[in-house]
């Protein structure tokens, strides 16, 4: 019988000479791979300096500029397990220029429009570009070197918190002056997405790994509505009301609708997610570190940027900065810190293993936020702070890739970096919304006619104080995964695995396992 293609094609498996010195090319898929991911990061934090802008040019209410980052979020909790897989099953190469030009498609209409439901549509596309990430980490693990992954890994991930504060400092950039325009930060955007696009589509190698089969859409459908029901509610619970008939209907939707997407997954033939995965330690512990960091990270993001533009000498407190000068003097400092923190996370990873490398991350990040919370009263303690916590997410950034890769074989490294996105993802979500009601909790009282509410600054400390308080958990999540000592098992093994992988009955005898 015909064997797969990704066996035993002959057009695959003949040698190609190499133009260039093995670890150039390797070197020019890491970087590659890193813009793609960090123009990814860009699309999340993008938007977040410029709202006021896009409210005052649009004409639209609080309310409805808030789309402008809800619908980003959903479109990564709707796409990303479902490109993951189809990565997975149809080839990372094709999967991930398809993304990019959703991508820079997104980035066009968004800076070509002056009309919010058009610019909705466009965040919905840019927000699809989220499973560039986990696509991104399946071709470093088919091509890199196992002695290598780990590092190769950290400086991609190392790009994502980069891509963050990059994106703030950008828009903040492009919109000063006395006649700010927001289509700049986008135009900005499709420069960066077709510059990606073009290096992706000459560098990044055809996958070698594709395992065919169908695709689970009745899970995927029901997976992306349980993901809407969720973050939908926990992304505008502050403007809807926490205890609201929209807030708790939408909650009790996503409980019911996540079992019936489980009972789906238990008995369809080729289900999208094995549901072991979840259940499996390193994933699941890498998920929650990845929710805990991604609700810690936006503490940061929105609280020193409020903080610092906060006007000393009416609250008693805050720098009176610009927007500008909050990206650049205050924020931008973390960013290029977490960049220089992914050259070192892969040797992290290499000699304290993967639980280590993230108590790492949680002690510093821990340590950030303390200072943030106890001494936010000068300029170069909030920087210094921010860059602690900016370490902290590098070094958690280069130990999540690291945990899924223990315990995932590589047929499934798609969807289980895509399922780990959205975990990140879900904690910004959280992160935002709680963060942003804390803030409008409690305002000072007797401010100057026409200056707008201001919180308190005890509502700052507690903010920090929960966001140290999440690092604490990434610390004791590390230190659970940290007292097993034996190797990490596969979910299946690799002898289950070849005899239920797709094509097996067909002849298929490449060998499989975890990566180390």
């Known amino acids: 019988m015909r064997a797969p293609a990704s066996v035993t094609d002959p057009a695959r498996e003949k040698p190609v000479t190499p133009s260039l010195p093995v670890a150039q090319k390797r070197r020019g898929l890491v ?13 999340q934090t993008l938007v977040v300096p410029i709202l006021g802008t896009i409210q005052s040019e649009l004409g639209t209410t609080t309310a409805g500029v808030s789309w402008v980052t809800t619908a980003t979020l959903l479109s990564a909790a709707v796409f990303t397990p479902l490109f993951g897989r189809l ?12 993304v990019l030009v959703l991508m820079v498609a997104g980035s066009v209409l968004a800076a070509a429009t002056s009309s919010l ?25 088919e091509e890199v070197e196992p002695a290598r992954l780990p590092g190769a890994m950290s400086l991609v991930s190392g790009t994502l918190a980069f891509g963050s504060g990059l994106a703030l400092v950008g828009a903040g950039l492009l919109t000063q002056g006395a006649d700010p325009d927001y289509h700049r930060v986008f135009w900005m955007a499709t420069a960066l997405a077709v510059v990606a696009l073009a290096a992706v589509a000459v560098v990044v190698p055809d996958s070698r790994n594709r ?12 997976l992306a509505l349980t993901l809407v029901q969720l973050l939908l509610p926990i992304s505008q619970g502050h403007a809807w009301g926490w205890t609201s008939a929209r807030t708790l209907t939408l909650f009790a939707g996503a409980a019911v609708t996540a079992v019936v997407w489980v009972v789906i997954e238990r008995t ?5 997610v094995d549901m072991r995965m979840f259940v499996h330690r390193p994933v699941l512990f890498s998920n929650i570190a990845g929710l805990l960091v991604g609700f810690a990270l936006f503490f940061l993001f929105i609280g020193v940027s409020y903080l610092v533009q906060t006007p000393g000498d009416i609250a008693g407190y805050g720098f009176g900065a610009s927007v500008l000068d909050a990206s650049v003097v205050y924020l931008l400092p973390a960013a290029l810190v977490s ?24 002690c510093f990040g821990f340590i950030g936020f303390a200072w943030l919370t106890l001494a936010h009263d000068s300029t170069a303690w909030v920087i210094v702070a921010g860059m602690l916590v900016g370490l902290a997410a590098s070094f958690g950034y280069a130990a999540m890739p690291a945990l899924i890769v223990m315990g995932v074989p590589p047929h499934q490294s798609g969807i289980a970096n ?14 935002s919304a709680v963060i942003t009601s804390l803030l409008a909790s409690q305002t000072i009282d007797n401010l100057p006619p026409g200056v707008p509410a201001l919180p308190t600054e005890s509502r700052y400390t ?55």
Do not use: C, H
């Not at 439901?117 to 399946?138: D, N, Y």
């Not at 369809?268 to 999208?272: G, K, T």
């Not at 903010?463 to 659970?480: C, N, T």
């Open 31 to 43: 970087l590659t791979l890193g813009l793609a991911a960090m123009v990814v990061s860009m699309m």
């Open 87 to 98: 990565g997975d099953q149809r080839g990372v190469k094709p999967t991930l220029i398809g």
């Open 117 to 141: 439901p058009l610019l909705i549509l466009a965040r919905v596309l840019q927000g699809a570009a989220t499973a560039i990430f986990p696509l991104a980490l399946t071709v470093l693990r």
């Open 211 to 222: 395992t065919g089969g169908r695709t689970d859409w009745p899970g995927a459908a029901v």
């Open 268 to 272: 369809v033939r080729e289900p999208m």
């Open 339 to 362: 960049l220089i923190g992914a050259q070192f996370g892969g040797t992290l990873v290499r000699r304290l293993g993967a639980p280590g490398t993230l108590a790492a991350s949680a």
């Open 418 to 431: 895509g399922i780990n996105s959205i975990s990140r993802s879900a904690g910004s979500a959280i992160g």
């Open 462 to 516: 507690l903010s920090f104080a929960l966001a140290g308080l999440a690092f604490a958990l990434v610390l004791v999540v590390a230190i659970a995964l940290a007292t097993r000592r034996s190797p990490w098992p596969s979910i299946v093994s690799p002898t289950e695995e070849k005899a239920t992988a797709p094509g097996a009955d067909e002849g298929a005898s490449e060998p499989t396992g975890v990566a180390s």
